[in-house]
């Protein structure tokens, strides 16, 4: 650290914690925890897009779940095997079950959301309902 300048030390703090994260990124999941897949969200005037990587989880292994406004996703990601019988050295992939869950805007349609798994991507489309414009004159009493 250099006692005469603070941003010196910001800087090398800052490091020093994305240091630990990337360690902490490393190390496998125990597998009876359950793993939290990446997920994408992004939205246009009349959906929303959920992206989760789900590299070598096959589409019977996942169910997706909308209920009271909140979505959830749950699955397991099998122990793919190894080649030829060749003894694993080094494990980063996630394995075993996962969950993500998330709450859904009040304009989702939860009446039309498709899904589909292709290339280790999940994708779902969330429609979005119009918002209902509804004026009312209240009138006001003395």
Do not use: C
Not at 93 to 117: C, E, M, Q, W, Y
């Amino acid at each position: 650290m250099h006692p005469g300048n603070p941003f010196q030390q910001l800087g090398e703090l800052r490091d020093a914690v994305l240091d630990t994260l990337a360690m902490e990124r490393r190390r496998p999941p125990a597998r009876a925890q359950a793993w939290q897949p990446a997920l994408d969200v992004a939205v246009t005037d009349a959906e929303y897009i959920l992206l989760l990587d789900l590299p070598g989880v096959k589409r019977e292994e996942v169910q997706a779940l909308a209920q009271d406004g909140v979505l959830r996703i749950r699955g397991v990601s099998g122990d793919p095997e190894a080649a030829g019988g060749a003894h694993q050295v080094r494990r980063e992939r996630p394995l075993g079950p996962f969950v993500r869950s998330l709450h859904l805007p009040t304009d989702a349609d939860l009446s039309a959301i498709s899904a589909k798994l292709a290339d280790g991507v999940l994708d779902i489309r969330v429609a979005r309902r119009q918002p209902q414009s509804t004026q009312i004159r209240i009138e006001i009493g003395s």
